[in-house]
């Protein structure tokens, strides 16, 4: 009789862990939404699932005492604003750690365009669509940066920092990070425009020359040599920037990750 009734006590008590543990693999899996390299579609759904899970059962009984105490009952329409409360503060930090590398994907389209470039596409399988060659490139090199940069580490470790600031279900739409986001995006948008301009300038110049010849010797047909004399002269100022872009994307990536955990520690 005491073994069945143990069994039960027992039984109670993981039963009680059963609604926290799910909502903390929630805001672990809003991460997995937006944040940079998490997001790659060749990675099957179930295994994001399964790994969001074991990260959770992981972090679980470290941030167990953090928690707030939840009803002891909840109906389904009760749970729904939980989860979506959770799945906001990680879709929250890994939009904001993602907006730099989607600016410099953004800049390689403008340079792709100002070259002549805008018909060179190639799949990108991470997103499952075709994408701009320039853009899917510095896409790559920003990755490359992120992951130097720790900035998983960074958002992993920030959102198990969150545990101890917002509650389960403590998250109010006074708490959304609406400002810091429009500040990562516009910094983002003069990220684009700082990486883009080395290459945009020498095509604005080159086609200056191009007309100054055009109109001075007629017989030239500056436009047959002049496609790719741009598409060699961007190339070449590229490269010859390519320290400078990762000097620029660094310190953009370093700053909306500090940006997301500052946004964080303030809940």
């Given at each position: 009789?005491?073994?069945?009734?143990?069994?039960?006590?027992?039984?109670?008590?993981?039963?009680?862990?059963?609604?926290?543990?799910?909502?903390?693999?929630?805001?672990?899996?809003?991460?997995?939404?937006?944040?940079?390299?998490?997001?790659?579609?060749?990675?099957?759904?179930?295994?994001?699932?399964?790994?969001?899970?074991?990260?959770?059962?992981?972090?679980?009984?470290?941030?167990?005492?953090?928690?707030?105490?939840?009803?002891?009952?909840?109906?389904?329409?009760?749970?729904?604003?939980?989860?979506?409360?959770?799945?906001?503060?990680?879709?929250?930090?890994g939009v904001l750690a993602a907006l730099p590398l989607m600016s410099l994907e953004m800049s390689g389209i403008i340079?792709?365009?100002?070259?002549?470039?805008?018909?060179?596409?190639?799949?990108?399988?991470?997103?499952?669509?075709?994408?701009?060659?320039?853009?899917?490139?510095?896409?790559?090199?920003?990755?490359?940066?992120?992951?130097?940069?720790?900035?998983?580490?960074?958002?992993?470790?920030?959102?198990?920092?969150?545990?101890?600031?917002?509650?389960?279900?403590?998250?109010?739409?006074?708490?959304?990070?609406?400002?810091?986001?429009?500040?990562?995006?516009?910094?983002?948008?003069?990220?684009?425009?700082?990486?883009?301009?080395?290459?945009?300038?020498?095509?604005?110049?080159?086609?200056?020359?191009?007309?100054?010849?055009?109109?001075?010797?007629?017989?030239?047909?500056i436009m047959s040599v002049g496609f790719a004399i741009k598409?060699?002269?961007?190339?070449?100022?590229?490269?010859?920037?390519?320290?400078?872009?990762?000097?620029?994307?660094?310190?953009?990536?370093?700053?909306?990750?500090?940006?997301?955990?500052?946004?964080?520690?303030?809940?």
């Amino acid at each position: 009789m005491g073994t069945g009734v143990d069994t039960q006590a027992n039984v109670t008590g993981l039963l009680a862990h059963v609604v926290p543990y799910c909502l903390v693999t929630f805001r672990l899996l809003g991460l997995f939404v937006m944040a940079p390299l998490l997001t790659n579609i060749m990675i099957p759904r179930r295994f994001k699932v399964m790994i969001a899970m074991m990260l959770a059962a992981a972090i679980y009984p470290t941030v167990q005492p953090a928690l707030t105490v939840l009803p002891g009952r909840l109906d389904m329409l009760g749970l729904l604003p939980l989860v979506v409360m959770e799945l906001l503060i990680g879709l929250s930090m890994g939009v904001l750690a993602a907006l730099p590398l989607m600016s410099l994907e953004m800049s390689g389209i403008i340079m792709g365009q100002s070259m002549g470039l805008g018909l060179a596409k190639v799949y990108n399988p991470e997103a499952d669509f075709d994408a701009d060659m320039l853009g899917q490139m510095l896409y790559y090199i920003g990755a490359g940066i992120f992951i130097s940069c720790n900035g998983l580490e960074m958002l992993f470790g920030g959102l198990i920092e969150s545990f101890h600031h917002v509650p389960l279900g403590g998250l109010g739409v006074a708490q959304t990070p609406l400002g810091l986001l429009v500040g990562v995006l516009s910094s983002g948008f003069e990220l684009a425009i700082r990486v883009s301009a080395p290459v945009t300038g020498i095509v604005l110049l080159l086609i200056v020359v191009f007309g100054i010849v055009g109109k001075t010797l007629p017989q030239v047909n500056i436009m047959s040599v002049g496609f790719a004399i741009k598409i060699l002269a961007g190339l070449a100022m590229l490269v010859a920037a390519i320290y400078a872009v990762r000097e620029a994307v660094g310190q953009e990536v370093t700053h909306a990750l500090e940006e997301t955990l500052h946004w964080v520690r303030g809940l």
